[in-house]
């Protein structure tokens, strides 16, 4: 379980060990990746569409019903509560949206050099394009 995750905290091993805990998990990885191109809420059917379009490797219009169904388990069972916990990202289950939270927008997660497994700073995403 992964507590929930504060700037304040990111020089700490605690947060490194947070942050390692979600990517460890590539359904996580992606589900995250796909939410970063949207600026706003997105459907809980909308990225799981995108997920299993990913998975398959197929266009997201020939996502098959037994294809999401799969993912849609997946996240909303174990992946979206993790995320929302860790507070990545929030989750409107009533109009079944998710969006990222600002957390995200203040972290930077790179390989720095040979000797930094992973480097995580503070800092905006937008300094970063």
């Given at each position: 379980m992964v507590e929930r995750l504060r700037l304040?905290?990111?020089?700490?091993?605690e947060f490194l060990d947070g942050i390692h805990a979600l990517l460890a998990d590539s359904t996580r990885r992606n589900a995250l990746r796909h939410l970063t191109?949207?600026?706003g809420p997105v459907t809980v059917y909308r990225l799981t569409t995108e997920l299993a379009a990913a998975e398959y490797r197929i266009p997201t219009t020939d996502v098959q019903p037994e294809q999401?169904?799969?993912?849609?388990l997946l996240l909303r069972?174990?992946?979206l509560?993790?995320?929302?916990?860790?507070?990545?990202?929030e989750w409107d289950r009533d109009r079944d949206l998710v969006s990222l939270t600002s957390l995200l927008d203040h972290l930077s997660v790179t390989i720095a050099s040979?000797?930094?497994?992973?480097?995580?700073?503070?800092?905006?995403?937008?300094?970063?394009s």
């Open positions: 304040e905290q990111v020089d700490t091993p191109t949207y600026s999401r169904r799969e993912i849609d069972h174990a992946h509560p993790v995320l929302r916990d860790a507070g990545l990202l040979p000797h930094n497994v992973l480097d995580i700073s503070v800092s905006s995403r937008l300094e970063l």
